[in-house]
C-alpha cells in the first residue's frame, strides 16, 4: 500500500507528474534492436551499454548528434542518424487511464507541471506526437536545466521557480528514489505503478476530498 507522511488538512491544488511510465508507457529495448543486422552480437548487451549512457544526453552533456553517432558505431548499425532518432522516439505508448485523470484536473483548473528526465531526442518532439501535454502549463525537463532527478536540486528548483507550497503539492513519479527525494522536500507524493492504476485513483481521491490518504 503506498502511503504519504502527511496530514489530510489541506486539498492539493498543484501536481507534478513524471513522464515514463506514468504518462506514457516506454520501451527502448523493442524498437532499437531492429536497427541492427539480424546476426549481429550480444544485441541486448549493446542497448543496455547506450542506455546506461544516457544520463549524459539528459544533463546536456552531450548533444544528440554525438549520442546518435556514437550509440550507432555501439549497435554495429548502418542506420542513418534520422533513423536513429526515429527510433528513439517511437518508444512510447499513451497510458489513457491516466491522460483521463489529467483531463479531470485541468477540467478543475488545478495547476499541472511536468518534471522529467528526459533528452533532446525526446523533447521538443514529444510535446508535438502527443498534443495532450498542452494540459500542462509549466514543463521543467532535466537536459534544459541540467539536473536529473532525484536530485534535491531539480525540486527545489521546481518550487521556488513556481512558488509552491509543498504540502498543497502532489508529485506522482514511477522511481522509488524520486519519491523519496520528493518527500524529504515535504511533497506529497504517490509512487505509481502503471499496471495498479486503480490504486493511485482511490488515493487521489481521498486527496481531493480532503480525507485521508
Not at 511510465?21 to 543486422?37: A, G, H, Q, T
Not at 483531463?103 to 507541471?113: S, V
Not at 523533447?123 to 498534443?131: D, H, K, N, Q, R
Amino acid at each position: 500500500m503506498q502511503q504519504d507522511t502527511h496530514s489530510p488538512s489541506s486539498v492539493p491544488t498543484t501536481f507534478l507528474f513524471d513522464i515514463g511510465k506514468v504518462l506514457l508507457d516506454f520501451d527502448f529495448e523493442s524498437s532499437l534492436i531492429r536497427l541492427m543486422p539480424e546476426a549481429i552480437l550480444n544485441p541486448h548487451e549493446r542497448i543496455r551499454h547506450i542506455l546506461e549512457q544516457k544520463d549524459a544526453l539528459e544533463t546536456g552533456l552531450i548533444d544528440p548528434i554525438h549520442y546518435a553517432d556514437w550509440a550507432l558505431q555501439i549497435l554495429g548499425s548502418n542506420a542513418t542518424r534520422e533513423q536513429f532518432y526515429q527510433a528513439w522516439q517511437q518508444i512510447f505508448r499513451i497510458n489513457e487511464p491516466m491522460w483521463q485523470c489529467i483531463r479531470k484536473l485541468a477540467d478543475a483548473n488545478h495547476t499541472l507541471i511536468l518534471i522529467s528526465n528526459i533528452n533532446a531526442i525526446h523533447a521538443p518532439w514529444i510535446f508535438t506526437a502527443y498534443p495532450e501535454f498542452s494540459f500542462f502549463q509549466h514543463k521543467v525537463l532535466s537536459y534544459e536545466i541540467g539536473i536529473l532527478k532525484p536530485d534535491p536540486a531539480i525540486y527545489r528548483y521546481v518550487i521556488d521557480t513556481f512558488r509552491l507550497n509543498p504540502a498543497l503539492t502532489v508529485y506522482i513519479d514511477d522511481q522509488p528514489q524520486n519519491i523519496l527525494a520528493g518527500k524529504a522536500l515535504k511533497l506529497q507524493c504517490w509512487k505509481y505503478e502503471i499496471h495498479d492504476h486503480l490504486a493511485f485513483e482511490n488515493w487521489l481521491e481521498k486527496k481531493l476530498r480532503n480525507t485521508k490518504a
